[in-house]
């Protein structure tokens, strides 16, 4: 049986669920599964850390539905400096974590097979990996641009120097090849679904009313609620899982914050409602997530409407884009969204696709984005 590896930032028990928990679920039907997340801290909790009801869980093994969970928890974990001045500090904090490593992560890695290495912090343990066990593969799941999130220097520079270390990098949209190095191994996997559980039945949570969903807390924009709300009192915008953010939206009846909810809860909230919201805000607003994020899929899934930036639109069927901050803008995408008529689909690859991809990519030429006997130009598939 196969041994993997998962280092994120992201934990698998969490309610809340990002790509890799999905990856990591279709790996444990193919062998054993270990999943480890990195970088919380006090610090992180202070700034609310989605992993925060999981802390009295952390520093130990735990076993959930088939994969061994560990959270790793510490007073302090390295952050990013803005005062270049401080560069050496920042890499002195980063050095130190890597090397007080718990035992339980380097067994972890020396006993694995494959290595699915997410980007952000777990970024900076491409070395030791390869350090601690030669023979084991490194898949990246390049989930964001660390530059474009913002990710500390060292981890950016680290990832550079280490990226030929690397076997294989996963994209989930080609947007994201100009964080890359180079191409040369790389692979075009977007986002996946679970059919079956999709496709499940659900009874609506909104009884009579006709409702809106926003998921999620990333780049949360408040404003585009307390903007639209009042000019749309007989639609109720369900808000779920947005944190701290959502402590500034306006108190009104028809605005309905939930806390964070497990996945397949929220599908039902999906399956019913009139349309989606995606309300990211502007600033600094990575273009790739017109193709990365999962919400959008999920609405065109269910055959929802969105309502969306403009950027995230593109020229998508059923996104209808909006300027943040603009109100006329935005109530004109919601207008336009309750009147949309027209049949909205998506062919998804099941997640078992997306995986057979990444441990078998010789079996895929046509996706690999730069194939290994292609120097002179770039290939897309």
């Known amino acids: 049986m196969a041994n993997f590896?998962?280092?994120?930032?992201?934990?698998?028990?969490?309610?809340?669920?990002?790509?890799?928990?999905?990856?990591?679920?279709?790996?444990?039907?193919?062998?054993?599964?270990?999943?480890?997340?990195?970088?919380?801290?006090?610090?992180?909790?202070?700034?609310?850390?989605?992993?925060?009801?999981?802390?009295?869980?952390a520093n130990r093994v735990e076993i959930v539905n088939g994969v061994e969970c560990y959270l790793q928890r510490w007073a302090w974990h390295p952050f990013r400096l803005m005062n270049p001045r401080l560069r050496p500090l920042e890499e002195a904090m980063f050095l130190l974590y890597r090397r007080t490593m718990p035992a339980t992560l380097k067994r972890w890695i020396q006993e694995a097979d494959t290595v699915f290495i997410e980007s952000g912090m777990a970024a900076i343990y491409v070395a030791d990996v390869k350090r601690l066990n030669p023979k084991a593969k490194i898949v990246y799941l390049a989930s964001d641009d660390l530059a474009v999130v913002g990710a500390a220097q060292t981890i950016q520079r680290d990832f550079t120097r280490n990226f030929d270390k690397i076997?294989?990098?996963?994209?989930?949209?080609?947007?994201?090849?100009?964080g890359m190095p180079h191409a040369r191994n790389s692979i075009f996997a977007p986002q996946g679904i679970d059919r079956e559980l999709m496709e499940r039945p659900r009874p609506s949570p909104f009884k009579d009313r006709k409702a809106c969903v926003s998921i999620g807390?990333?780049?949360?924009?408040?404003?585009?609620?307390?903007?639209?709300?009042?000019?749309f009192p007989d639609l109720d915008f369900h808000v779920i899982g947005a944190g701290r953010p959502a402590e500034a939206l306006e108190k009104r009846p028809n605005i309905i914050v939930h806390d964070e909810m497990p996945f397949e809860e929220t599908l039902g909230y999906v399956q019913n409602c009139a349309f989606g919201i995606a309300p990211y805000k502007?600033?600094?607003?990575?273009?790739?997530?017109?193709?990365?994020?999962?919400?959008?899929?999920?609405?065109?899934?269910?055959?929802?409407?969105?309502?969306?930036?403009?950027?995230?639109?593109?020229?998508?069927?059923?996104?209808?884009?909006?300027?943040?901050?603009?109100?006329?803008?935005?109530?004109?995408?919601?207008?336009?969204?309750?009147a949309c008529t027209e049949a909205i689909s998506l062919e998804l690859?099941?997640?078992?696709?997306?995986?057979?991809?990444?441990?078998?990519?010789?079996?895929?030429?046509?996706h690999r984005i730069f194939p290994e006997q292609e120097t002179g130009k770039m290939q897309a598939p």
């Open 167 to 178: 076997d294989l990098v996963r994209l989930p949209s080609r947007l994201l090849l100009d």
């Open 282 to 338: 502007s600033a600094d607003t990575p273009r790739y997530l017109l193709d990365t994020s999962l919400k959008l899929k999920q609405f065109a899934f269910f055959g929802k409407p969105a309502v969306c930036p403009e950027f995230a639109a593109g020229d998508e069927k059923g996104r209808f884009g909006y300027t943040p901050g603009d109100k006329a803008s935005i109530l004109a995408a919601i207008r336009d969204a309750l």
């Open 349 to 366: 690859p099941t997640w078992a696709e997306v995986v057979d991809r990444l441990l078998s990519p010789q079996r895929f030429p046509e």
């Open 5 to 57: 590896l998962v280092l994120s930032v992201h934990d698998f028990r969490s309610r809340r669920k990002a790509s890799v928990h999905f990856i990591a679920s279709e790996l444990a039907k193919r062998g054993h599964v270990r999943f480890y997340s990195t970088g919380l801290s006090r610090l992180s909790e202070h700034r609310g850390d989605t992993r925060l009801d999981l802390r009295d869980r």
């Open 217 to 231: 807390s990333m780049l949360f924009d408040v404003n585009f609620f307390n903007m639209a709300a009042p000019a």
